[in-house]
């Protein structure tokens, strides 16, 4: 079954990346999906700080906003959609990934399937 993790930042670095992971972890979790077989797809979002919001209301009219800020103070860093055999082995992987330590988290949400 496919599974996003979703990976959010709790601290900015001034950079604008995740202030509690170095590239050198990343690229070792990323490793490490890749050697298990289970990845599908994923990317790293650049600098967090910066994305610009759109919503449309009922008449059609649109409104943009910079910053992807809404009442939380996690910012979406990047995902992850990996194929494993269920939800329990989806949270171990999401337990190794360096977005869960410290302030960051990994929100782990099954992929629809709508062809089953």
Known sequence: MKYMLLINAGAIDENGGAAECSVEDWMLYDKQVRDAGILVSG??????????TV???????????????????????????????????????????????????VVVRPVADFGA
């Open 55 to 105: 919503r449309v209301d009922q008449e059609g009219r649109r409104a943009v906003t910079d910053g992807p800020f809404a009442e939380t103070r996690e910012v979406l860093g990047g995902f992850y959609v990996i194929d494993v055999e269920d939800l329990d082995v989806a949270l171990d992987w999401a337990a190794r990934c360096p977005g869960a330590r410290g302030s960051g988290s």
């Open 43 to 52: 990317e790293s979002l650049a600098d967090l700080v910066t994305a610009t």
